[in-house]
């Protein structure tokens, strides 16, 4: 009867590495419900008769890029790259061929960024770090530009005519560890990074002194000298 039939989907993960990346498009989505600590990018739907009910979802190659869209002070902006450890799943009770793979911690660092673009304002935080199985750490890639980091560059000169402009920089994400060992040990990671107008930017920082300095003085004032000067 056709009206009975139903579609059976199965869902499975299949981890070729412990170690797993997701792009900040893919993340906000997964942290929507939940931390990931499986490889939530190879997931995968299938139907019974062995087709894909919906596309799995994209993990990072050995190329990534991240666009940092300036946050709500239109200068400085970010982006996270979640790097995580899967748990091989499988053990000896289960009979499955992963029962003699034991967890490893998954290491990571950020190499090779540019002297001129870390000048600039370009970061990764952190640089370096471990990542123990079943968890995950998010790296913070960052552009935060100044009038004193462009003042020396083509890049400021152009900033100080009015044209807002991108630019970027590439350093290599390195990945080392786990158990199965990483399918793409390095990862280039190209960076992306807003500047704004000169005026902007003086504009941004002229506010975040005035804050800094509204901060600092004590409330009711200044002081004058206590008791004063006797006649």
Same mark, same amino acid.
């Given at each position: 009867?056709? @009206?009975?039939? %139903?579609?059976?989907?199965?869902? =499975?993960?299949?981890?070729?590495? =412990?170690?797993? *990346?997701?792009?900040?498009?893919? /993340?906000?989505?997964?942290?929507?419900?939940?931390?990931? *600590?499986?490889?939530?990018?190879?997931?995968?739907? /299938?139907?019974?008769?062995?087709?894909?009910? %919906?596309?799995?979802? =994209?993990?990072?190659?050995?190329?990534?890029?991240? @666009?940092?869209?300036?946050?709500?002070?239109?200068?400085? $902006?970010?982006? #996270?790259?979640?790097?995580?450890?899967?748990?091989? @799943?499988? $053990?000896?009770?289960?009979?499955?061929?992963?029962?003699?793979?034991?967890?490893?911690?998954?290491?990571?660092?950020?190499? $090779? /960024?540019?002297?001129?673009?870390?000048?600039?304002?370009?970061?990764?935080?952190?640089?370096? $770090?471990?990542? #123990?199985?079943? !968890?995950?750490?998010?790296?913070?890639?960052?552009?935060?530009?100044?009038?004193?980091?462009?003042?020396?560059?083509?890049?400021?000169?152009?900033?100080?005519?009015?044209?807002?402009?991108?630019? %970027? *920089?590439?350093?290599? /994400?390195?990945? !080392?560890?786990?158990?199965?060992?990483?399918?793409?040990? #390095?990862?280039?990671?190209?960076?992306?990074?807003?500047?704004?107008?000169?005026?902007?930017?003086?504009?941004?920082?002229?506010?975040?002194? =005035?804050?800094?300095?509204?901060?600092? *003085?004590? @409330?009711?004032?200044? +002081?004058?000298? +206590?008791?004063?000067? +006797? +006649?």
């Amino acid at each position: 009867n056709d @009206r009975d039939r %139903q579609t059976l989907c199965l869902r =499975a993960h299949a981890c070729a590495a =412990a170690a797993w *990346t997701l792009e900040p498009s893919a /993340l906000a989505a997964q942290l929507a419900t939940s931390t990931p *600590t499986a490889a939530p990018h190879q997931s995968l739907v /299938l139907r019974a008769d062995g087709t894909a009910a %919906q596309p799995a979802l =994209a993990g990072l190659g050995p190329r990534a890029e991240l @666009r940092l869209e300036p946050g709500q002070s239109g200068i400085a $902006g970010e982006a #996270e790259l979640l790097i995580g450890n899967a748990v091989p @799943r499988g $053990g000896a009770d289960a009979g499955g061929p992963m029962a003699e793979v034991k967890p490893a911690p998954v290491e990571f660092s950020v190499t $090779g /960024l540019p002297p001129e673009a870390a000048a600039l304002g370009f970061s990764a935080t952190p640089a370096s $770090g471990k990542v #123990e199985p079943g !968890k995950s750490v998010p790296i913070t890639f960052a552009f935060r530009p100044s009038t004193a980091s462009l003042s020396s560059s083509n890049l400021g000169i152009i900033s100080a005519f009015g044209v807002s402009q991108w630019t %970027q *920089t590439t350093c290599t /994400l390195v990945l !080392k560890g786990g158990s199965p060992p990483p399918e793409h040990p #390095e990862i280039t990671v190209v960076v992306h990074g807003f500047i704004p107008t000169g005026k902007a930017l003086a504009d941004a920082e002229a506010e975040t002194v =005035a804050e800094v300095g509204a901060m600092a *003085t004590p @409330r009711g004032g200044a +002081k004058g000298a +206590k008791g004063g000067k +006797k +006649k």
